[in-house]
């Protein structure tokens, strides 16, 4: 299992939905790792102002794109409940990782 950890700022998301949105950005982080095996160790800054929301990740040290991943709050918050928002969330991050990662 990977050890992440997320920093996250929230400026419109009510606390309790906010801890919600954090245990799915967690799980589906470490689930991604555990699948492709591409790193062990991954530091996440996740804000949120406005809905507008924006992910960068350190992944094993290595930080190759300094642009942050821009997620939309409303499929994070379909996340929660929908294995398919999840999919495709899961999906967004590798993608995101892989140009981290520099590959």
């Known amino acids: ?12 998301v009510p606390a309790g939905e906010a801890e919600e949105i954090k245990r799915v950005i967690v799980e589906t982080v470490q689930q991604a790792a555990q699948d492709d095996g591409t ?38 918050e379909d ?9 495709q969330l899961k999906e967004a991050l590798r993608l995101y990782f892989r140009k981290v990662l520099g590959k």
């Open 79 to 87: 996340a929660k409940t929908s294995a398919g928002a999840r999919a």
């Open 39 to 76: 790193f062990k160790r991954a530091k996440l800054v996740f804000t949120e102002s406005d809905e507008r929301c924006g992910l960068t990740a350190e992944l094993d040290g290595v930080k190759r794109e300094g642009v942050p991943l821009q997620l939309d709050l409303e499929q994070l």
């Open 1 to 12: 299992m990977a050890e992440v950890s997320l920093t996250a700022a929230f400026s419109t």
